[in-house]
């Protein structure tokens, strides 16, 4: 079973540029969640859907950050302008949401480096 | 809001030996799921081990075991029989059924041959 897929790998950009993240999550995982992993700390979210809808955004910084899951499936993730604390890990992850299936897999990442 | 603490910013273990991390919790549910992720350098979060708060039965998974104690809102995680491929960051992580993972700062574990 194919894992959580998740491009560019890695991502060098200028300040005020914009980027984006795409996600393609484990094959009938109907939960998505972005999240945001700086330098010695652990993840934090930043978004979560449940298939099309985001439940809990509440941690995305909206002036600059937008997220999209169409159809319920891939996501895209946009930082528009991004700015040096924007350098981070994002990391895609998804799960189902019933019975056992209260694990999260994680993608292996996008590493974003403002300059 | 729940936190989960992590106070072993690095550890280190002989090959072959066992190895304990440690974790701490604040909430003020009780029915909620535990969890260790492990991320090597590739930082892909690596599912190493979970516990559901109602089973009184501590988790095992080959050699990685936790030692769950609910009234004391602790999460350990014992690695036996050390390997150089179990060097990578530990996460500790918490989440009530169906919401976000709230992840620890993390432990970086070092296996000295």
């Known amino acids: 079973e194919a894992g959580v897929v998740q491009s560019p790998r890695y991502k060098i950009i200028e300040k005020k540029q914009p980027v984006a993240f795409w996600c393609n999550p484990i094959s009938g995982h109907n939960t998505l969640y972005w999240y945001r992993q700086n330098l010695g700390q652990g993840p934090e979210l930043l978004i979560r859907?449940?298939?099309?809808?985001?439940?809990?955004d509440s941690q995305l910084p909206k002036d600059r950050f937008s997220a999209e899951r169409l159809k319920g499936v891939d996501s895209t993730l946009k930082i528009q302008p991004a700015e040096l604390g924007d350098s981070a890990v994002y990391l895609c992850?998804?799960?189902?949401?019933?019975?056992?299936?209260?694990?999260?897999?994680f993608g292996e990442g996008s590493w974003l480096t403002v300059v | 809001a729940q936190t989960v603490t992590q106070s072993q910013p690095e550890m280190s273990v002989q090959e072959a030996e066992t190895v304990t991390l440690s974790c701490t919790y604040d909430t003020s549910e009780s029915d909620y799921y535990l969890f260790w992720y492990k991320q090597p350098p590739s930082r892909q979060m690596i599912l190493v081990i979970r516990q559901e708060a109602y089973k009184q039965q501590n988790a095992t998974e080959n050699r990685f075991s936790v030692n769950f104690q609910k009234a004391a809102k602790s999460f350990s995680l014992k690695i036996s029989d050390s390997q150089l491929g179990d060097a990578a960051m530990y996460f500790c992580a918490y989440r009530r059924l169906v919401t976000k993972l709230v992840f620890g700062k993390g432990t970086k574990l070092t296996v000295n041959p």
């Open positions: 859907y449940e298939n099309e809808e985001a439940v809990d």
């Open positions: 992850a998804s799960s189902l949401n019933t019975g056992s299936g209260n694990t999260i897999y």
